[in-house]
């Protein structure tokens, strides 16, 4: 099996499903979605315990999530 070796996870989904896993909204860190997605529903979780400290800003998703 081959480790990605992340630090930290951002979701879109239902605001009270991933909150029960640990996510929190990712506008907590200042990190934002280009979709205008409501804040309870853009998500973000530490997988390693301050991963996001400092981070900020506009989440880039590949070219292929603007087509939908």
Do not use: C
């Not at 997605?37 to 603007?66: C, D, H, I, R, W």
């Amino acid at each position: 099996m081959q480790q990605f070796r992340y630090d930290s996870v951002i979701v879109l989904g239902h605001p009270e499903y991933y909150p029960k896993f640990g996510f929190k909204e990712a506008d907590t860190w200042g990190i934002k979605d280009p979709f205008g997605a409501p804040a309870e529903a853009f998500m973000a979780l530490e997988l390693k315990e301050g991963a996001l400290e400092g981070a900020s800003g506009m989440v880039e998703y590949p070219e292929e999530f603007n087509e939908l």
